[in-house]
């Protein structure tokens, strides 16, 4: 699987943001999948949100973000609201062919990833 994830910008701080995440080469129904983002500067990169037969959010975004996917068109979305400077990140999506969610918090339980997206929000 293939992944091109897209939608990045620079918004102000209250703005929302949709990120794309365009998969090929094999339909993403038969996977489970996440965003992770890194803020620049720094090494790890943290878990944002996951979907597989049910979402999961990280708790710093929770409430503001909304992960979906749409399998005919094979594309993730990250519907992003009242975005925060402590938002702004490099974005990645990630596929996973595990199920249980309590697995989808780490990036290790990810086969495929795609190239970032870089969020930037101003206060």
């Known amino acids: 699987v293939q992944l091109q994830a897209s939608g990045g910008g620079l918004v102000q701080a209250g703005d929302s943001l949709t990120l794309s995440c365009q998969a090929s080469?094999?339909?993403?129904?038969?996977?489970?999948l996440g965003w992770f983002r890194q803020v620049p500067g720094k090494e790890r990169e943290e878990f944002v949100a996951a979907i597989s037969r049910t979402t999961s959010y990280a708790d710093s975004v929770k409430g503001r973000f909304t992960i979906s996917r749409d399998n005919s068109k094979n594309t993730l979305y990250l519907q992003m609201n009242s975005l925060k400077p402590e938002d702004t990140a490099v974005y990645y999506c990630a596929a996973s062919r595990l199920f249980y969610m309590s697995s989808l918090y780490s990036k290790g339980a990810y086969d495929y990833w795609g190239q970032g997206t870089l969020v930037t929000v101003s206060s």
């Open positions: 080469g094999r339909t993403i129904s038969g996977y489970s």
